[in-house]
C-alpha cells in the first residue's frame, strides 16, 4: 500500500516524532511512506525507507487566508502526481486546514492533542478568541475521518468539541520496544554523571515548566533535574527565579533520548494537556520510574493498575514535589500488563485497515 503523511514541519516535537515512528514502522512492512512538510524545518533524523518532500512554501505559510490556499494548491498538485494514495494523513491544525482545502481523497486527520483543554486554556486569556478557535475546529474536524491518538482525544472530540458526524478512531502512536530498549544502550557522552530526575519537552506552556521547577524547589532532592529542551532566555529566567541555577541543567534537544531517559532516577511529565505523551510509554520502557500529572489526554491510559498511583493533580506543585519524593523511594517499575496495546504490531495493523477501509470506498 502507499501511505503519505503530511504536517507543517519536523521540528522536534513529540507528534512529529510519532509521525516519523509510524512512516519508519509502515516502510519496514513493505508500504511505500512518504512525508510531505509544508515548510523546511527538520530536527529529527530521517529514518531508512521513507522519503521526505519538502514543499518549500514557509514563506507563504505564514501569510494567513491567502498563503494557506496557495498552499493547499501546491500541495494538491505535487501529491496528485506522486499519488494515487491510499491513505493520507494529516497532523496538526495547520498542516490540517492546507490538506482539508488541497480537496484530496483518502484523507484522515489525526488529533495529537486534547482540543478543548487547548481551547480552555485559550479562553483565560482571550474568550473570543477562544470561541472563533472552537467553531474553527468544529468547521474543520465534523463530518471528517479522524484518527485519535488516545481514548481520551475521542472522547473530548465526540462529547466536549460536540464533533457527532465525525468518523473517530483511536490508534495509539507505535512504539518499537526492541529498537527502543536498544537506542537505550547507545553510549552518549554528555550523560550527567551525578544522579538525576528528567524532564523531556519542548519549553512551552502547556509543559508547566513553572510548575515543575516550583516543585523540584518544594522537593529539595539531592539529584539534578536535567531538562531535555532548548535553551531559550524565558526558561533561563525561569530558573533563576525559582533560584535553581545550580540544581538544574539544560540538555538541549536530542536526537536518541532514550540513553537519557534511562540513565534517570525518575522522569517527570507537568502538563497541563497532552494527546498521547509518547515519553510516559518510552520512560516504563526503558525501566525508568515516573511521575505525571492526570491531564487530559494520555496518561491515565499509560499508568494504568498500581502505576495509576504516580498520577498527581495539574497544576499542583505540593502534589507533584511529594510524589517525586515517594517515587525516588520506591522499587523501578513493572510493565503494565495492557503495554501490548502501543506495541508497532497493533498499530500498524491498525493503520492497514484504516487503510483499506479507505480504498474500498474511493
Not at 26 to 48: D, F, K, M, Y
Not at 96 to 123: G, H, K, Q, W
Not at 280 to 292: A, D, K, Q
Amino acid at each position: 500500500m502507499k501511505f503519505a503523511f503530511v504536517t507543517t514541519n519536523l521540528r522536534g516535537g513529540g507528534a512529529e516524532k510519532a509521525m516519523l515512528n509510524l512512516a519508519s514502522l509502515l516502510a519496514s512492512r513493505g508500504h511505500e511512506t512518504q512525508i510531505w512538510l509544508l515548510e523546511n524545518l527538520v530536527e529529527h533524523a530521517i529514518p531508512s525507507g521513507v522519503t521526505v518532500h519538502n514543499l518549500h512554501v514557509c514563506h507563504i505559510t505564514k501569510k494567513g487566508w491567502l498563503g494557506k490556499r496557495l498552499a493547499a494548491w501546491s500541495l494538491k498538485r505535487k501529491l496528485s502526481a506522486a499519488g494515487p494514495f491510499d491513505l493520507i494523513v494529516s497532523t496538526l491544525p495547520f498542516a490540517d486546514e492546507v490538506v482539508s482545502l488541497a480537496r484530496l481523497p483518502n484523507v484522515c486527520f489525526r488529533i495529537a492533542n486534547t482540543l478543548s483543554a487547548e481551547i480552555d486554556s485559550l479562553s483565560a486569556r482571550d474568550p473570543k478568541k477562544a470561541a472563533r478557535r472552537r467553531q474553527r475546529y468544529r468547521h474543520l474536524y465534523n463530518r471528517q475521518q479522524l484518527i485519535a491518538v488516545s481514548d481520551g482525544v475521542a472522547a473530548d472530540l465526540k462529547a466536549t468539541l460536540g464533533l457527532s458526524d465525525a468518523r473517530i478512531a483511536r490508534i495509539y502512536n507505535p512504539f518499537d520496544f526492541a529498537h527502543i530498549r536498544q537506542q537505550a544502550k547507545q553510549p552518549d557522552p554528555d550523560l550527567p554523571h551525578e544522579p538525576y530526575v528528567i524532564h523531556v519537552g519542548r519549553f512551552m506552556p502547556q509543559k508547566r515548566h513553572d510548575v515543575l521547577l516550583a516543585a523540584w524547589r518544594e522537593a529539595a532532592l539531592p539529584h539534578r533535574l536535567v531538562l531535555l529542551t532548548s535553551a531559550s532566555p524565558q526558561l533561563d529566567q525561569m530558573i533563576h527565579a525559582h533560584g535553581l541555577a545550580q540544581q538544574v541543567t539544560v540538555a538541549g534537544f536530542r536526537p536518541n533520548p532514550y540513553p537519557w531517559i534511562a540513565g534517570a532516577e525518575l522522569l517527570v511529565l507537568a502538563s497541563d494537556r497532552e494527546g498521547m505523551p509518547n515519553v510516559l510509554v518510552e520512560g516504563l520502557l526503558c525501566g525508568t520510574r515516573v511521575v505525571s500529572t492526570d491531564c487530559p489526554s494520555g496518561p491515565r491510559e499509560v499508568l494504568t493498575g498500581p502505576l495509576a498511583r504516580w498520577l498527581v493533580p495539574c497544576g499542583d506543585p505540593h502534589a507533584l514535589a511529594s510524589a517525586m519524593r515517594d517515587a525516588l523511594a520506591s522499587p523501578r517499575p513493572s510493565m503494565p500488563e495492557d503495554f501490548a496495546k502501543f506495541s508497532a504490531e497493533k498499530v500498524a495493523q491498525a493503520y492497514e485497515a484504516l487503510a483499506l477501509e479507505n480504498r474500498g470506498n474511493s
